[in-house]
C-alpha cells in the first residue's frame, strides 16, 4: 500500500469505528489536548478519562493550572502515576502563561515533558499541522504492518519507525489520521491477539502475510528486575490523624506526602526511641508490592498509636498531620500510601 492508500483506509475507517467522543475531542483546545497527551503516556484511555474530566474541572484553562499550587495539581493526579508528568504539566504551564502556547514542534519541545511525539500530537491534533506521531499505539501498529524485526526501545528501529510514520502521514486531515493510527492500535492492533478480521490494513499487512503477527513487536530483551524493600511508619494519633512527610522533590513519588520511610523495623524503633514514642504497642502490616518499571518494592507498615500530640516532630511545610476524612486537605499521595491509609 502506498502512503495515499494507506490513509484513506485508515481514515474511512476511522469515521465509522474511530473513537470520535472522548472528553478532549470535544471543545479542542491546545491546552486540553496538551493535558490529554500527557495523561495518555503510558497509560490507557479508560483510566484517563475520569483523571481528565476531573483535572480540567479544576484547572480550566492554562493560567489557572499555573497559579494552582503544585501540592494540588498533584493531589489531582494521585493514582495516575508517573508524577514526574505533573509537575513537568505545572512548570511547563507556567511557561505557556508567560508566553503564550507553542505553535512549532520545536518551540513545544522545548516545555518540560514534551518529546517529539507528544509535539507530533498537539500540533495535529490542536492546530492541525502535518506532524508524524511515534506513541506506543502507533509503534505497535507499525511494528506489525511493516514487520519490523527490532525491539522498538533500541535506537536504530525507533528511527525506522520514525521513517515511517513520517513516510504514512498525510499532509491533510493529519488531525482525523493522528486519531485513527492511534485509535487502529488501541481498539484493533491491540497488544495479545490482535483483531485483523476488524482491520482497514489487513490485505497489505506485512506481519499478517507472513503468518507472524505473534513476533512483533519484537519484545524488549528480558532484563532482571531488582527488588527493593522498605518499612513505612504509620503513626496515628489521638485524634485519627495520621503522621505524614514531604518526599523530596525528584526521585520516586517527588514533591508526594508518605508515610516516613526506613529500612527496617530497627530504624522504626530507633527514630521512635528518640522522639519518645512509646512503642510497646505496635502493629506490624504484612509485606505487600508494588512494582515500578525499574523495580519491585515490598512494602510493610508499622502502627503506632501515640495518644499524646507529637506537633514537636512536625516541621513547617515538610510535615503534616493528615485526616483522611477531611475533603479539604489536598495532598498528593502515591498509590501504595493511598493502599495503606485505606487500610487503617
Ligand atoms: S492486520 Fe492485524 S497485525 Fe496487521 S496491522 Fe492490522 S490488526 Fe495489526
Known amino acids: ?12 475507517w476511522f469515521e465509522i469505528y474511530g473513537r470520535q467522543d472522548l472528553p478532549w475531542q470535544r471543545n479542542v483546545t ?64 507556567g511557561m505557556i502563561n508567560e508566553h503564550g502556547f507553542p505553535e512549532t514542534k520545536n518551540d513545544l519541545m522545548a516545555l518540560p515533558g514534551i518529546g517529539e511525539s507528544t509535539a507530533g ?22 511494528c506489525r504492518y511493516m514487520a519490523i524485526e527490532g525491539w522498538p526501545g533500541q535506537s536504530a528501529t525507533n528511527k525506522l519507525l520514525w521513517e515511517y510514520s ?20 488501541a481498539t484493533v492492533c491491540i497488544r495479545s491477539n490482535p483483531h485483523c478480521y476488524k482491520c482497514p490494513v489487513s490485505e497489505t499487512c506485512k506481519a499478517r502475510q507472513l503468518g507472524r503477527i505473534k513476533d512483533f513487536p519484537v519484545p524488549k530483551p528480558k532484563k532482571h528486575i531488582p527488588t527493593k524493600k522498605c518499612v513505612f511508619l504509620v503513626l ?26 526506613f529500612s527496617d523495623v530497627e530504624g522504626i524503633l530507633g527514630w521512635c526511641k528518640k522522639q519518645n514514642i512509646n512503642t510497646d504497642k505496635l502493629k506490624i502490616l504484612s509485606f505487600r508490592r508494588h512494582t515500578f ?52
Open 166 to 185: 513520517r513516510y504514512f502521514t498525510p499532509e491533510k486531515n493529519t488531525d482525523d489520521y493522528t486519531q485513527a493510527i492511534m485509535d487502529l492500535g
Open 236 to 261: 496515628q494519633n489521638d485524634k485519627k490523624e495520621l503522621f505524614l512527610e514531604k518526599r523530596a522533590p525528584v526521585g520516586i513519588w517527588g514533591g508526594l506526602w508518605s508515610f516516613p520511610e
Open 30 to 93: 491546545p491546552y486540553r489536548v496538551w493535558v490529554s497527551e500527557i495523561m495518555l503516556q503510558q497509560t490507557q484511555v479508560t483510566t484517563v478519562i475520569p483523571y481528565f474530566e476531573q483535572f480540567t474541572e479544576k484547572f480550566p484553562t492554562v493560567e489557572v493550572l499555573a497559579n494552582a499550587q503544585l501540592d494540588e495539581v498533584l493531589h489531582h493526579w494521585s493514582g495516575l502515576g508517573y508524577y514526574a508528568r505533573a509537575r513537568n504539566l505545572h512548570k511547563a504551564a
Open 121 to 142: 500530537a498537539i500540533l495535529s491534533i490542536a492546530f492541525k499541522q502535518s506532524h508524524a506521531i511515534l506513541d506506543g499505539n502507533v509503534k505497535r501498529v507499525l
Open 293 to 344: 518499571s525499574h523495580y519491585h518494592l515490598n512494602y510493610s507498615a508499622i502502627i503506632i498509636n501515640h495518644q499524646n500530640p507529637v506537633n514537636y516532630i512536625a516541621e513547617a511545610g515538610r510535615t503534616i498531620w493528615y485526616d483522611n476524612s477531611a475533603k479539604n486537605v489536598k495532598v498528593g499521595l502515591p498509590t501504595p500510601i493511598k493502599r495503606l491509609i485505606e487500610h487503617i
Open 1 to 12: 500500500m502506498n502512503p495515499k492508500q494507506f490513509q484513506t483506509a485508515l481514515l474511512n
